[in-house]
């Protein structure tokens, strides 16, 4: 194998394939890089964890085909590292590989490519597509409400539900439950489940691939691709069943609310200063009249904010997570949201003024009377 590349041009796709490395793993192949410099003068880039597969291609100059796996974290560091010029990697006897950029030579040990795991094919037909910006607002509108406690079992994952008119997504972990709704026009309905912590790195690759406005997928039993612009994603799916979320939404309210929500955001970032850890940052909201009240004490001191709303039905007091709340306002972009409530001890729907293209359930926190 022998190749040159501009170092800018590796550097990025090793940035890109880089994130389905892991340093958990026992298998000392999986902490590498195959590299694959092909006759048409491209060179692949491919990592796995098993759970998650990044394969890139990117253009070279390929004066001889070959590959080899090497030490993502240590040949990553070096090419980092090189001036933004020209590199050779060359493959001498025994996967030894020598880099050369400038006056700089490195000579590192890699390992066999075909003890590399294969990624493996799915049937390309069967692809959809939707909008790169889309699904990175769907991913970040949701993943964080799933749960990061690897015991909990299928909630650590996103549900990403296919209807007839809409492609849905749902993420909960027992305090509190985010949904978004996209209008999509599908063939077949279909349920799937795939780790937040997975979506979340499929978030910051389409985010880094300035080039592409589409992003393509394939759905099968148990393995899900992301097509974008030169990479290919392949990623594992959760098996077992999520929860029936829609029995969990609240048919009906007591209160509704309408609130400015950079305002709602400002006032209870500001009331969260003093809500102590221990006490699950706990601020209390007084629903009374035409204003929310927003009040949080701890040892060190207490303060009051208040905020104007229009609001229909009943008064109430509830208390939340300011975290579980926060989460919320910042992950949407809306001028204006609704808030709906019960009692102060069911949970508060929080939706856009019309439609259902969010909705998120927060569970509140008891608060005592005195």
């Known amino acids: ?17 880089s994130k389905a490395v892991t340093s958990r793993t026992t298998i000392p192949i999986l902490k590498g890089i195959l590299l ?11 990592a796995s964890d098993l759970d998650l597969s990044i394969e890139k291609r990117v253009e070279v100059s390929v004066e001889e085909e070959g590959s080899v796996v090497v030490s993502a974290r240590l040949f990553s560091d070096i090419i980092r590292k090189l ?3 020209d590199i050779q990697i060359e493959e001498l006897e025994n996967n030894t590989i020598v880099i050369k950029c400038l006056a700089s030579e490195f000579t590192i040990v890699g390992q066999p490519a075909d003890e590399f795991p294969n990624i493996g094919e799915l049937n390309l037909e069967n692809k959809l ?66 780790a937040a912590r997975i979506l979340n790195e499929i978030n910051k690759i389409i ?13 099968d039993e148990k ?8 990479t290919k994603i392949v990623l594992r799916l959760l098996e077992g069943d999520f929860i029936k979320y829609s029995d969990i939404l609240p048919k009906e309210h007591k209160s509704r609310v309408k609130v400015n929500r ?6 209870i970032e500001r009331a969260s200063l003093l809500a102590k850890e221990g006490k699950n940052n ?26 104007f709303i229009e609001k229909v039905g009943e008064d109430i007091d509830i208390g939340f997570n300011s975290k579980y709340i926060l989460d919320v306002l910042k992950a949407v972009n809306e001028e204006s949201i609704a808030m709906e409530f019960n009692t102060s001890v069911s949970p508060c729907l929080i939706k856009p003024l019309e439609g259902q293209s969010f909705e998120y359930l927060v569970l509140p926190v008891r608060i005592s009377t005195n």
């Open 1 to 17: 194998m022998k190749f040159s590349c501009n170092q800018q041009t590796l550097s990025k796709a090793l940035n890109t394939v």
């Open 36 to 46: 694959e410099a092909n006759s048409d003068n491209t060179l692949t880039l491919s």
């Open 83 to 85: 001036p933004n010029e």
């Open 129 to 194: 597509s939707l909008e790169k910006d889309v699904l990175k607002e769907m991913i970040k509108k949701t993943s964080f409400a799933a749960s990061i406690d690897e015991s909990k079992g299928i909630i650590v994952g996103v549900l990403i539900e296919m209807e007839e008119e809409s492609l849905n997504m749902v993420a909960l972990d027992g305090f509190r439950m985010a949904i978004t709704r996209e209008p999509m026009k599908n063939r077949e309905k279909k349920k799937i489940i795939i």
């Open 207 to 219: 985010s880094e691939n300035e080039d592409s406005k589409e992003i393509f997928f394939i759905l």
């Open 223 to 230: 393995k899900a691709v992301f097509l974008l612009d030169g």
């Open 262 to 267: 950079t305002e709602l955001l400002n006032s």
């Open 282 to 307: 706990l601020i209390k909201l007084s629903i009374f009249r035409d204003k929310i009240i927003i009040t949080s004490r701890s040892e060190e001191g207490n303060v009051k904010e208040e905020v």
